[in-house]
Each structure stands twice: as C-alpha cells, then as structure tokens.
C-alpha cells in the first residue's frame, strides 16, 4: 500500500505549503502598500506610537493567513504532527481532509485564477507589450517579442481579494489561541 500513498501525498503536502507561502506572500505584500493621501505629518510626538502601530499591524496581517488555514483547515496543526507514528492510510486520510479545507479556504477568499488559460506543455505565444509581472521567460530569450515558446507553469493571479476579518487579538504574534474546554 506504500507505493499507492507517497507518490500523492508529498505533492498534496508540497502544493499546500506552496499555497500558503503564495497567500503570506500576498497579504505581506498588500500590508506594504502605501495610501495615495497620507495628509500633512503629525507633528505633536505621537510619530513613534504611530510606527509601533504600524508595525504590528503589519506583522499581524503577515501572519493573518496563516491563522486563517490554522483555523479552517489546520494547517499548522498537520505540519507540527509527528507523520512516522501512523500508518500511510491514516497519513492519506489525514491529508486529504487538509488539503481539501485549505483548499477551500484559499478559493473563497482568493480564488485563484491561471495566468494563462493554456494547459502546461502546450506551446504559446507571448505578443509585445505582455505584463512582465505577470509572465517569466525563461531559456534562450533574445529579442524582441512575440517570442514563442512552452508553457511550464500556467501561474496563479488573485481572482478576488477578499481578506478575511481580522481577530480582535492585541498580541501581534498570535495566530491561533489555544482552546481549553471547561468541564
């Protein structure tokens, strides 16, 4: 039964770390956009509180999505586990339901969409003016466009972006707290 298990599961478990740190990635790079109108400077000493606000503000976003795979699919809780204790039924089982509920935690708040509507392998086009944030050429590139070549990766964009609410936890660091049942 070994055989039938790895050859899925290393991939499930790569292709949920991978969209957790494109998700980090993402909510990090949103919480360094600056506002178009930041008005005039405060000038009456509150610049360091300002800062220490928004510092952890910004940690606190970082670390955000990662609360919010902990809470919904248990992310954390998978990576932490100790997987030489079970058997490779219990791991493919374990993994599954993971995978599916961080799956759909990243549809319903991000919804990712490919980069271009081709499947890999299939050979595409790319015509002047292409978003050079959007598509990596990779090889032999020289000259000028429209290059030619294999898709290797259809890559992911951002369908929708809605982040979810943030907890009303005062501590920046804390991603999940932890739960005690009173008896």
Not at 63 to 83: A, I, K, M, N, P
Not at 143 to 164: M, S, T, V
Request: proline residues 7%.
């Amino acid at each position: 039964m070994t055989p039938m298990i790895y050859p899925w599961m290393i991939p499930a478990a790569t292709i949920a770390f991978l969209l957790f740190v494109w998700l980090l990635w993402l909510i990090l790079r949103r919480s360094r956009e600056k506002p178009l109108d930041k008005g005039p400077a405060p000038k009456d000493g509150k610049d360091f509180v300002d800062q220490r606000i928004e510092q952890d503000r910004k940690t606190r976003l970082f670390l955000h999505g990662l609360s919010v795979l902990q809470r919904e699919g248990r992310l954390l809780d998978f990576f932490d586990e100790d997987l030489s204790l079970y058997d490779d039924e219990q791991i493919g089982a374990a993994v599954r339901s993971i995978h599916e509920d961080c799956k759909k935690t990243i549809k319903k708040h991000i919804n990712p969409q490919p980069v271009i509507e081709k499947e890999e392998g299939e050979r595409v086009t790319i015509e002047p003016g292409f978003d050079i944030d959007s598509i990596k050429l990779v090889g032999n590139v020289s000259g000028d466009p429209p290059f030619e070549g294999i898709l290797k990766h259809r890559g992911w964009k951002a369908g929708k972006k809605e982040i979810p609410k943030l907890s009303d936890i005062q501590d920046a660091a804390m991603i999940t707290p932890a739960e005690v049942e009173i008896q």
